[in-house]
């Protein structure tokens, strides 16, 4: 067999993440809110004998990945997804939620709604989905990172005005990189429902998951899941202040 093809063969192999017979699903790399959609990812995928493995990437990366089939679906993203991504399924149960709000170094910046940041110089994360479409709707343009990181560094240096960002998440970062004078402008923009995604290939799953997940909402065990998860890094938090 002539090196090229065989190199060829071996490059595709290698392009589909396999973690023995667990699922994998992919998500947004240092997305906290994340944690508490993995926790109950996990759980339910145990109640119908199935282990999963999370792993993160950039958010488009991420994406791409799940669609494309390289791992079996999307940890949690915004509804109707597939829309654009059409190769996955969404489980119509809602998981979690993401709150948005405007982060900024800057002072005395009038924000009360998405229209009101049309005067403003804004960066963007690639693949924070509900963002992306709040500005397009709106004709807003946005500078485009790859990471939380990225974004919450340049409005530091004071690169850009406002950045509109997951709570939980941003506060996170802006701790890790001690980005103390980046800090919420406004009320809170957007809440926004999260939901687990299939891929195709998996659509044999779908009415197990939904089932298992509609059980849990119904019975409010998604809901202590996020309750417990928030008590946990309050307590880091108060830990780390002492």
Not at 185 to 200: A, E, M, P, S, W
Request: glycine share 4%; charged share 20%; net charge positive.
């Amino acid at each position: 067999m002539p090196k090229r093809i065989f190199f060829a063969i071996i490059l595709m192999a290698t392009s589909f993440v396999s973690t023995g017979n667990n699922l994998v699903f992919s998500t947004g790399v240092d997305t906290l809110e994340q944690e508490v959609s993995g926790k109950v990812i996990h759980e339910a995928y145990q109640q119908i004998a199935l282990k999963v493995d999370i792993l993160s990437y950039p958010n488009m990366r991420s994406l791409m990945k799940s669609n494309n089939g390289e791992v079996d679906g999307e940890l949690a993203r915004i509804s109707h997804i597939n829309q654009r991504f059409k190769n996955l399924l969404q489980v119509p149960v809602v998981i979690n939620h993401i709150d948005g709000y405007a982060f900024s170094a800057k002072d005395n910046l009038q924000v009360s709604d998405w229209e009101s940041l049309r005067e403003y110089e804004l960066v963007c994360v690639r693949g924070l989905l509900f963002v992306e479409q709040n500005l397009s709707q709106r004709n807003i343009p946005c500078y485009q990172v790859s990471t939380y990181s990225q974004a919450i560094n340049l409005l530091k240096i004071g690169r850009f005005d406002i950045a509109v960002l997951p709570e939980i998440t941003a506060i996170s970062i802006i701790k890790k990189n001690n980005a103390k004078n980046v800090y919420i402008q406004g009320n809170r923009l957007i809440r926004v429902d999260l939901f687990h995604y299939l891929h195709k290939k998996n659509i044999h799953i779908l009415p197990k998951i939904t089932a298992v997940l509609q059980k849990m909402k119904t019975r409010g065990r998604i809901e202590e899941i996020r309750t417990e998860y928030t008590l946990q890094q309050s307590s880091k938090a108060a830990s780390v202040e002492n």
